[in-house]
């Protein structure tokens, strides 16, 4: 798995340190998920839970990745690609209402904790997040039923 380099934050730290992130968590998601299930990971961020994920849906399954980052979703693509995984549908969105969002962009060059976005980090363009932060990045919004109907899922 391929992590951002000036990564601070908790899932780096421990996929560099212990080889995983968040063992119990997803140990007790593989307990509910059965084979051929449709999941869909909200904020799917570099992958970590997507692998696991994927690999617990098995090939008659699907996994449906929403994440909004620009640099995010790149990693995310890449270690779906890399680890060969044919049953994970990728969106660059935001999970909401549809429409447009809007996001501060990552900084990959400094040191920081990437994966601590949350969702009062987006906003529309006149909100407060928007005007306290200045630049911002047009992330498209889309509802978790149309994302599911464009991946096949009925």
């Known amino acids: 798995m391929t992590f951002f380099t000036n990564d601070t934050g908790a899932v ?3 996929l560099q340190t212990y080889g995983e992130w968040a063992e119990n968590e997803l140990g007790f998601a593989k307990a509910l998920m059965k084979g051929g299930a449709t999941v869909v ?3 799917a961020y ?3 839970h997507t692998l696991s994920f994927a690999h617990f849906a098995g090939p008659e399954g699907q996994v449906i990745a929403i994440e909004p980052q620009d ?3 790149m990693l995310l693509k890449k270690n779906i690609l890399e680890n ?3 049953n ?3 969106e660059h969105a935001a999970a909401g209402v549809g429409g447009a969002f809007y996001a501060n962009p990552l900084r990959i060059a400094a040191k920081k904790s990437f994966g601590s976005a949350t969702v009062r980090d987006f906003g529309m363009p006149d909100s407060p997040a928007s005007r306290e932060s200045g630049e911002m990045i047009s992330v498209r919004g889309l509802t978790i039923v149309s994302s599911a109907m464009r991946s096949g899922c009925t």
Request: hydrophobic share 35%; glycine share 12%; no cysteine.
């Open 88 to 90: 994970v549908h990728l």
């Open 84 to 86: 060969r995984l044919t």
């Open 46 to 48: 570099i992958g970590t």
């Open 41 to 43: 990971d909200v904020g």
């Open 12 to 14: 780096s730290r421990s």
């Open 71 to 73: 640099e995010s979703f």
